[in-house]
Each structure stands twice: as structure tokens, then as C-alpha cells.
């Protein structure tokens, strides 16, 4: 069974459709048209800072059923899917990559650059395929801060958070971090909360911690 598909582009008959970040959802017209093509939750492109977000939201016309606005609020970005699997070189019946009897249980791998930062290789055993990240961990607790007035009654905020190397017990605490953010009577104390947390994992890992675009933005 299937809970949704997210994909570049809403297509398609499944029961949950998510327009990923993949989808170029860059102003009110590309949301209506993802609306449309029946995407039920939308995540804007991550190359918009806060107030081109928060201006693309309230320009848009929101339909009177329910859409979910999704957004990356911890975790390693991806920068590139390749076919070819830097770790196996895509050779016949390869499982260099593979770290126990579960075949979609993949080691990770790090791509050292020029400047000594190491960017996350994730292997995909089945279709030996390979995902670069960020060697940069996202932090944009201020961007839920900034945007969340910006969306209509029918319409909801959900968070995503992307684990590859935090321990269980970091897991926990970004979860819970992340729920008090939405649920808590003061959400910049549980920003805060959070951004201390991420911290501590980022000296942990030997990584720095950036807030991607949220203040750059797109031209």
C-alpha cells in the first residue's frame, strides 16, 4: 500500500500527490497550476528567501478543501540524484554499498571537495543510483516564524525534517522540537529550542549549519 507519491510533478491517481521541491513552484501561478494537476500539498521551491515566500502564499487563490504547504526545516539538502553510483560504478550484481541482509540498507559514503567539506554520498542498492547532500545541515526555524501568517485557514504548514547521520536520540529531540514549534503558545522559545539543538549536532558531526536561501533568495 501507498500513502502518497511525492513527486517533481502532481500526475496521476494516488490517494496523497506532494509537488516536491523539485517542482519549481516559484510564484502564486505555478501553485494554482500544481493545485490544479490535483497536488494536495505543495513545497515551494527552496531557492525563495522568506518574504518572496510569504508574498508567493498570500497572492495565491487557495481552494475551499484542505492543501498542506510543506517545507524542509532540518536536515542535509539534496544537490543531486545521479545514475551513476560513484561508490559501485554501477557493476553488474554490485552490493559494495550494502551494510546488512536488508537490501535498501545502504552505507553512507562522504565526498571530500577542495575545501575539505564533506558532502554525504546515499547509494540506492535497488537501482543503483546514488543522492549527493549538502555538507551543510538547514536550520529555518525563523522561516515558520516569518511565513506561518501568510497562509489562509484551510490551508496548513508541515515541516520536514531529513535524518542521515543524527542518532536516535537526536531524532527524538528534533521531532519534539519541531512539534513545539507549531503547538506551542510561544513558537520563537521553541525556535529557539531548536536552533540550539541543531548546534549541538552540527559540533557533533564536524558541519556548519546554514539557512539555505531563506535570506538570499531568487532574482
Known sequence: PIDGVCTSWPTGAHALKIADTTANLFNSESFATALTQGAQTLCPSLELNGTQLETALRQ???PNQSITVERPLYGRLRLMNTAYCPIGKNAVNCRTCVKSEQL???RLYDLVDRKQQAFKVVPHPRICQ???LN???LSVPEEYLQVRSALPATASWRARLIFTDETPVEQRELVQAARHLFTD???MQAAEQL???TKRIATRLDTRLTNGHFQRGVI
Open 130 to 132: 546514488a543522492d549527493l
Open 185 to 187: 503558545a510561544n513558537p
Open 195 to 197: 536552533t540550539r539543538i
Open 104 to 106: 535498501d540498507d545502504a
Open 135 to 137: 555538507s551543510d545541515l
Open 60 to 62: 495565491t487563490t487557495w
